[in-house]
């Protein structure tokens, strides 16, 4: 049900997110003057759990959730000061992602919309992401945005809610799965990307020649199994490794991402402009690898270049979060747009509807 013009100061949601490995749940209210304030917003980590595997185990992961989210919930609720029956809505991520904890978040949303009888609102995981900037800044549509986490890469043009037109997307490894794969090389804690992160600082990033792959070709994709096949080879040739080899490795390594990552927005923002007839309002970096500081200079440089807005939501909300699940219910739910309560849980769903169309025709 869509909120009359008056009473958007009402709209009051609680967001569930629940996709891989952290627990999260909070709540957003849409302000009359139509902006986002976040009443609440609590994260359960599991990083302590799947460290000793290198990444994410998804039993370990479900069985997380379903312990505790319901006291997350609770948590998020009395932090806002709210009751379930003063939500408006109620969003999960209901896709992508392992199956089994999206089961659970989505589950308890169901539940909480049914006793309240209030509207559900199912949540695609990179909708959510692609629309963060838009609670943090206020940013206006049509932008640009390159989504880069640990299972995704792509580059995007976000033209409204629900209307999203892919420009480019990695043909195998996503960024933030690169990264950790290079941790997990080096004998990095997981997760990777803050451990490659922080070994960089001190490296030189000139002292291994790794590949750009991609680099100059006139699409907007990504391919970054070469560069980790030439990583694995590089760290080879310096064995056994020293903490310097290792330092001058990550630093090698995340130059060569920043390069390949400048590169395919400049090819990203062509097409944007070529597709749209007209420049992006900004563009924005979402998603858990916009939490490295190297990516997030190199896109300023190239925003400044472009004499664009460069947007980058704040590092807690870059990783997983409830907030963003909760603010792309509010977006949805001001449209009217929600979900029955047999509404199914999806580890694939792509954000496009090229894309979807193409998994459809699969299934």
Wanted: overall charge neutral; charged content about 20%; some cysteine.
């Amino acid at each position: 049900m869509a909120h009359a013009p008056g009473e958007s100061k009402r709209m009051r949601v609680l967001g569930i997110e629940t996709t891989c490995d952290e627990t999260a749940a909070a709540v957003v209210r849409l302000r009359s003057d139509g902006v986002g304030e976040i009443l609440a917003d609590e994260v359960m980590s599991q990083i302590a759990a799947h460290a000793a595997f290198g990444g994410v185990v998804p039993e370990i992961a479900a069985r997380a959730h379903v312990e505790i989210v319901d006291s997350l919930i609770a948590r998020a609720l009395a932090q806002a000061h709210l009751s379930a029956k003063d939500l408006d809505g109620v969003a999960a991520a209901a896709g992508p992602g392992l199956i089994g904890g999206v089961l659970v978040g989505l589950m308890a949303a169901k539940g909480i919309a049914l006793a309240i009888g209030k509207p559900l609102i199912a949540v695609n995981h990179l909708e959510a992401h692609a629309l963060t900037a838009r609670l943090t800044a206020s940013v206006a549509f049509p932008y640009l945005i390159l989504l880069a986490s640990g299972g995704h890469t792509q580059i995007l043009a976000v033209k409204g809610v629900g209307d999203y037109e892919r420009l480019g997307a990695t043909m195998d490894d996503a960024i933030g799965e690169a990264f950790d794969k290079t941790a997990k090389l080096l004998g990095l804690p997981y997760p990777g990307g803050p451990a490659v992160e922080a070994a960089a600082k001190d490296g030189d990033p000139e002292r291994f020649a790794l590949p750009r792959p991609m680099v100059g070709r006139p699409n907007a994709d990504f391919s970054l199994s070469g560069l980790k096949t030439a990583l694995r080879l590089a760290a080879e040739s310096a064995a056994p490794l020293r903490p310097r080899d290792v330092a001058d490795v990550c630093a090698s390594f995340q130059a060569a991402v920043v390069d390949v990552v400048e590169d395919r927005m400049r090819i990203g923002l062509k097409l944007f402009r070529q597709r749209l007839g007209r420049a992006p309002e900004a563009v924005v970096i979402a998603g858990g690898v916009a939490a490295n500081s190297a990516l997030r200079q190199a896109l300023e440089r190239f925003c400044a270049e472009a004499g664009l807005p460069m947007v980058a939501p704040p590092q807690k909300l870059c990783t997983d979060n409830g907030a963003m699940i909760a603010w792309a219910g509010v977006e949805r739910l001001r449209l009217g747009l929600t979900d029955p309560l047999d509404v199914p849980a999806r580890p694939r769903w792509p954000l496009d509807a090229k894309s979807q169309r193409a998994l459809n025709n699969k299934a």
